[in-house]
């Protein structure tokens, strides 16, 4: 089996940890030869100490990162997939955000890049524990293009909403993105195409795993993609009445009490 995983809200706990319980299920899929790919909009550079601490640089141990948008091998340490922004749609996004004065961020190997220092890049930073650069001429002096342009209101998710509403209404300017909710305070915009869920169809693929024998937990709006495209489609017990909609079955616990560890014990062990 393949075992597709988010992180905030499903493996992590609301510590931003691994619980010890999460931890013990791993190591025995992992031991009994079952494939682990961790799924999340995090940037791969705040994603390498969790394959660190999970003892995830072994064969059959993949990220999917950015949404969908990077997969990476652990082993090998490599990039094999990579479906980054266009140019134009990053302008564009930048654009319409300032016309809206919404907080506005992307990426780049090594950092999040925003233009100056406030609660919505302290905040995030804290989440995620990414390191911060701070770039005025965003979305100029960029060095390289970035997988996805992230939005963020602490307060009104309203607001968020109509912007996404307002994008996807220009479609001939944007181009073609795609746009979710990772959590009510965070809007995000990737590719065209782009989704956990294809990333899932993929690497599938890629290693030659029927999508049957793939597991996709998640509790988000951005693991939807992910819980109908696996197999076996999990929502933690934690996810909102929408999430669980599109899953086949709802675990018992929540994210605080092993609820990964549940889904690997009744369906991968």
Request: net charge negative.
């Amino acid at each position: 089996m393949m075992i597709f995983l988010d992180l905030d809200g499903t493996l992590l706990n609301s510590q931003k940890e691994v619980s010890a319980g999460n931890r013990k299920a791993l190591q025995a899929a992992r031991e009994q030869g079952h494939q682990v790919v961790l799924c999340s909009g995090r940037p791969l550079s705040a994603m390498k100490q969790i394959i660190k601490e999970l003892d995830l640089q072994k064969p059959g141990c993949f990220v999917i990162s950015y949404n969908g948008a990077l997969i990476y091998d652990c082993h090998k340490e490599d990039v094999i997939f990579s479906a980054p922004l266009t140019k134009r749609e990053v302008d564009f996004l930048f654009a319409e955000a300032d016309k809206e004065l919404l907080y506005v961020q992307t990426y780049d190997t090594n950092y999040l890049l925003t233009r100056r220092d406030c609660p919505e890049v302290r905040y995030y930073a804290g989440l995620t524990d990414i390191q911060v650069k701070l770039l005025p001429t965003l979305p100029q002096g960029m060095e390289e293009l970035p997988y996805k342009v992230l939005f963020i209101d602490l307060k009104d998710h309203a607001r968020l909403l109509q912007f996404k509403e307002k994008i996807e209404l220009q479609e001939q300017e944007a181009g073609h993105l795609n746009g979710f909710f990772s959590c009510p305070q965070f809007l995000e915009f990737v590719r065209e195409g782009v989704s956990k869920g294809s990333a899932i169809r993929w690497l599938s693929q890629y290693l030659g795993v029927p999508l049957n024998q793939t597991v996709g937990v998640g509790d988000s709006d951005n693991d939807i993609p992910m819980l109908e495209t696996a197999g076996i489609s999990v929502a933690m017990q934690n996810a909102d009445a929408e999430i669980k909609a599109h899953a086949g079955y709802v675990t018992e616990h929540d994210c605080d009490h092993d609820g990964v560890a549940e889904v690997i014990e009744r369906f991968v062990l």
